[in-house]
């Protein structure tokens, strides 16, 4: 079986997903395309999606401007396999707690940005995530945290006291970075795991 996996490629770490994406497929003896999403009509022909990192007002007025927002709610309205990770969870959220975010409202959670600080003080984590064996080595970088989960949201994994891993449908939120490991369990767990079942 050869995966189709989109990634919303407006901003953010797109490489370094792709390959993630890759290594899972591996891991499960199948096959995965990588196609880069920048307009609308690619999101129809996707098994699997990614919203990664980046700027969240800027990611939301593009997807937006470009139609591509719709697409993304008609794919999680049809169950399939969605990973939001940094400003893309807060892109996937009900409520950015900023007016200039248009959110999907794909993913029931408040989230407040930049929670755990700026750029310098960025940290890597040893995180213990809800369905993997190990913890998981999560890099946080201007990371938001959920502040709020509504009915229907399992919390994956919290750090500090804050929860920064989400599952609700086919969709996992991350505050965190999990293409900038060598560790594809992240993309695994949200894609090949979610495909299996």
Same mark, same amino acid.
């Given at each position: 079986?050869?995966?189709?996996?989109?990634?919303? #490629?407006?901003?953010?770490?797109?490489?370094? =997903?792709?390959?993630?994406? /890759?290594?899972?497929?591996?891991? =499960?003896g199948e096959e995965a395309t990588v196609r880069e999403i920048r307009t609308a009509?690619?999101?129809p022909e996707c098994d699997v999606l990614l919203l990664p990192g980046g700027e969240s007002t800027a990611i939301s007025r593009l997807l937006a401007r470009e139609g591509v927002d719709d697409e993304i709610r008609d794919h999680v309205a049809a169950d399939k396999p969605t990973l939001a990770?940094? #400003?893309?969870?807060?892109? #996937? $959220?009900?409520?950015?707690?900023?007016? /200039?975010?248009?959110?999907l409202d794909v993913l029931? @959670? $408040? @989230?407040? /940005?930049?929670?755990f600080g700026r750029q310098r003080d960025s940290f890597e984590a040893p995180l213990d995530v809800r369905g993997l064996d190990e913890p998981f080595p999560a890099v946080f970088i201007r990371a938001?945290?959920?502040?709020? +989960?509504?009915?229907? +949201?399992?919390?994956?994994a919290t750090w500090d006291g804050r929860? @920064?891993?989400?599952?609700?449908?086919?969709?996992v939120g991350t505050a965190f970075h999990p293409e900038l490991t060598g560790d594809s369990r992240i993309h695994d767990l949200a894609f090949f795991e979610s495909v299996a079942v």
């Amino acid at each position: 079986m050869t995966l189709v996996a989109g990634v919303i #490629a407006v901003q953010g770490d797109v490489a370094e =997903h792709a390959e993630a994406i /890759r290594r899972a497929a591996v891991a =499960h003896g199948e096959e995965a395309t990588v196609r880069e999403i920048r307009t609308a009509g690619v999101v129809p022909e996707c098994d699997v999606l990614l919203l990664p990192g980046g700027e969240s007002t800027a990611i939301s007025r593009l997807l937006a401007r470009e139609g591509v927002d719709d697409e993304i709610r008609d794919h999680v309205a049809a169950d399939k396999p969605t990973l939001a990770t940094c #400003a893309g969870l807060i892109v #996937a $959220s009900t409520d950015a707690r900023d007016e /200039r975010v248009e959110t999907l409202d794909v993913l029931d @959670v $408040s @989230v407040e /940005r930049n929670a755990f600080g700026r750029q310098r003080d960025s940290f890597e984590a040893p995180l213990d995530v809800r369905g993997l064996d190990e913890p998981f080595p999560a890099v946080f970088i201007r990371a938001p945290a959920i502040d709020e +989960v509504g009915e229907g +949201v399992e919390v994956l994994a919290t750090w500090d006291g804050r929860v @920064v891993a989400v599952k609700q449908g086919s969709v996992v939120g991350t505050a965190f970075h999990p293409e900038l490991t060598g560790d594809s369990r992240i993309h695994d767990l949200a894609f090949f795991e979610s495909v299996a079942v």
